[in-house]
């Protein structure tokens, strides 16, 4: 069994930063994928940006540039980095892990960007 915990959620003032991370525990293939998703309210879940073991990374069009992906492989945690927030960036974020024979999801943390 996998589990994912997430942390680092909460209210930012757009333009501003916020750091979310995500601890995978349990039988994981040492080959894998760890993405971060979003789903915004009436919204379809989206992919914001993968980055496998070996540290190659994709983003989506709409967060290049100001998110940031990376990894600690010893730990399994991934970690995403958001700077110059927008308040279309306000979802719910979800950690992902994906292997051969497996694919996991966190329970999500609250991004919510306001005045």
């Known amino acids: 069994q996998v589990q994912l915990v997430e942390s680092g959620g909460g209210l930012v003032q757009p333009g501003g930063s916020l750091g979310l991370s995500c601890a995978a525990s349990?039988?994981?293939?040492?080959?894998?994928?760890m993405s971060w998703y979003r789903q915004a309210p009436g919204k379809q879940r989206e992919l914001v940006a993968t980055?496998?073991?070996?540290?190659?990374?994709t983003y989506a069009d709409s967060v290049k540039d100001r998110f940031t992906i990376s990894r600690d492989n010893p730990k399994n945690t991934v970690y995403l980095q958001m700077n110059s927030l927008k308040p279309e960036d306000t979802a719910v974020y979800y950690c992902n892990v994906w292997f051969l024979g497996g694919n996991y999801w966190g329970q999500g943390t609250q991004v919510t960007v306001s005045s």
């Open positions: 349990g039988s994981i293939s040492r080959v894998n994928v």
């Open positions: 980055i496998t073991n070996g540290g190659s990374t």
